[in-house]
């Protein structure tokens, strides 16, 4: 390709994967490429960093959002970035950009949220920024601690390992969807349609699973994971892409919300599980006796959904024999651009 080709790619060209790849060559290849920053400080120990990003209109609308559940939700996805790298919180940091005709009342409720998200993981606001904006931005840097022979990496995943989530999948797209289009959801009940709708706007990060799971996995057992915020299938793909493996997932072993059987039909609920996203669960890989026994330890609703294969193909298993195995790709989930 010539120079002048190469000059005029735009992002939505690449979309983000291919943009991602072409700025990792600018970062130490040893650092990135989990959901965190990972910096030795201290023997033994490691720095967590992680930085995620929500604009206006884009990841958050007062047409779904209040600016407390707004506020709430930045800081889940952050803790839950920490929680898929093994590490426990120290703080946050937020960098605000904010249009001058801004409801001050609205920035004070936005903050009003991440600080009750954050208190039941006794995390501090430490610092940030504030600077003029043509549209509302949040940013938020997240620092955790570890082990440094306790860190979760996507590449840690193992041929014959099982493929453990926590949590049911699909509610959050489900309560976004009811946001979106109230007259939608006939057969629920209002207390089925606000558990839902509170799946999206106050989701849980899963920080309460790492004492279960270190309790279970001795340190010389590696752990593969990540959150399933961008949707579980993605998350699976993503582990298999870092660790050079395959998986065959179980489609009937998914958990999902109860109410989608009086609701949805079995593709539309499935759909919402893959590739909805925002549920804030862990997807974690780890040999078959130990994540056996995470599941009968985190009890409701997590499970065993497949295994890691040889080979790069994730495929998904139908047990109607008339479904084929649906091979799945980054393509089909969420993408920025």
């Known amino acids: 390709m010539a120079n002048n080709e190469l000059s005029s790619l735009r992002v939505k060209d690449i979309g983000e994967q291919g943009l991602l790849a072409k700025l990792q060559r600018f970062c130490p290849q040893e650092i990135i490429g989990d959901d965190a920053a990972v910096l030795v400080t201290t023997p033994g120990k490691s720095l967590v960093v992680t930085t995620d990003v929500l604009v206006d209109g884009v990841h958050f ?20 970035d920490l929680a ?24 004070e409720r936005l903050y009003q949220g991440m600080t009750e998200c954050l208190q039941r993981y006794n995390t501090p606001i430490v610092g940030g920024d504030i600077v003029r ?15 440094s022979d306790r860190i979760i990496r996507r590449s840690a995943a193992q041929v014959g390992y099982a493929i453990a989530i926590t949590g049911i999948h699909g509610a959050s797209r489900a309560g976004l969807e009811l946001l979106l289009n ?3 959801g006939q057969n629920l009940k209002e207390a089925e349609k606000a558990a839902l709708i509170a799946s999206h706007q106050r989701p849980k990060s899963r920080l309460d699973v790492l004492p279960i799971l270190w309790k279970i996995c001795p340190s010389t057992i590696s752990v593969a994971g990540m959150d399933s915020s961008d949707g579980l299938a993605d998350a699976v793909l993503q582990i298999c892409r870092a660790s050079n493996v395959g998986a065959i997932l179980e489609a009937k072993q998914i958990p999902l919300p109860a109410v989608f059987d009086n609701w949805l039909t079995p593709e539309q609920a499935l759909n919402y599980a893959l590739y909805g996203g925002e549920d804030f669960e862990l997807v974690l890989c780890l040999p078959q006796y130990q994540a056996s026994a995470l599941v009968q330890q985190l009890g409701q609703n997590a499970a065993i959904i497949g295994t890691i294969t040889s080979g790069t193909s994730v495929l998904l298993h139908h047990e109607n024999t008339e479904i084929p195995d649906q091979v799945l790709t980054l393509n089909q989930g969420f993408q920025h651009f």
């Not at 609308?61 to 839950?80: I, K, V, Y």
């Not at 120290?90 to 950009?97: E, H, K, P, Y």
């Open 84 to 107: 898929a790298m093994g590490a426990t919180p120290l703080g946050i940091a937020v960098g605000l950009g904010l249009p001058g005709d801004t409801i001050v009342d609205w920035v």
């Open 182 to 184: 109230p007259e939608i």
């Open 133 to 147: 904006s043509p549209v509302v931005s949040l940013s938020i840097t997240a620092f955790g601690q570890a082990d």
């Open 61 to 80: 609308s007062n047409l779904t959002t209040s600016p407390e559940d707004a506020g709430w939700r930045a800081a889940a996805a952050n803790l839950s």
